[in-house]
T-cell receptor, first 111, second 117 residues
């Protein structure tokens, strides 16, 4: 059973069309949940770290939220340059220092 | 802050040769560094975890003698792919985790594209 599941697999938006990406997890003893952005041929770029349910963080058009079972990455009024793969990863006590990644959501924003 | 570099960014080598990839944390000390492999259109697969001054911990199924990891200092880790074969061709990415101030977040390098002919 996958510990980290991201949905949708792919998302196409028009510029300015707000939406949310989902990351659900089944690990116990969450130490942290991480969002990264990855452009083709590049390494993941750090976006947010969330540690406890109810926590929210914002950066420009992005807002990440966390509950006990899932996290959402809200994208407000996206622009074409927001197009990328968004990766969610969790760190749990049962895995030590390791990050468990979801498969990612490929976001395409058209102008 | 929290910049991680990798060198080289791309490498092409002949089958049977060894290739060394460097991972450096440029503006922080990294007590722990990680090496990942990523296949096309797939997520990251952890290969090994390295702590400065100690032996790396390899994930199940990763050959220790094939992928040699050395974490020589708090800012440098190297991955050597020994006797490379075409099936080792992949995108290799390292990450580094700072100590005290930000315990959990891993910062990733830009990746190294390896092509074995």
């Amino acid at each position: 059973e996958d510990q980290v599941t991201q949905s949708p697999e792919a998302l196409r938006l028009q510029e300015g069309e707000s939406s949310s990406l989902n990351c659900s997890y089944t690990v116990s003893g969450l130490r942290g949940l991480f969002w990264y952005r990855q452009d083709p041929g590049k390494g993941p770029e750090f976006l947010f770290t969330l540690y406890s349910a109810g926590e929210e963080k914002e950066k420009e058009r992005l807002k990440a939220t966390l509950t006990k079972k899932e996290s959402f990455l809200h994208i407000t009024a996206p622009k074409p340059e927001d197009s990328a793969t968004y990766l969610c990863a969790v760190q749990a006590w049962e895995y030590g220092n390791k990050l468990v990644f979801g498969a990612g959501t490929i976001l395409r924003v058209k102008s | 802050g929290a910049v991680v570099s990798q060198h080289p960014s791309r490498v092409i080598c002949k089958s049977g040769t060894s290739v060394k990839i460097e991972c450096r944390s440029l503006d922080f000390q990294a007590t722990t560094m990680f090496w990942y492999r990523q296949f096309p259109k797939k997520s990251l697969m952890l290969m090994a975890t390295s702590n400065e001054g100690s032996k790396a911990t390899y994930e199940q199924g990763v050959e220790k003698d094939k992928f040699l990891i050395n974490h020589a200092s708090l800012t440098l880790s190297t991955l050597t792919v020994t006797s490379a074969h075409p099936e080792d061709s992949s995108f290799y990415i390292c990450s580094a985790r700072p100590g005290l101030a930000d315990q959990e977040t891993q910062y990733f390098g830009p990746g190294t594209r390896l092509l074995v002919l």
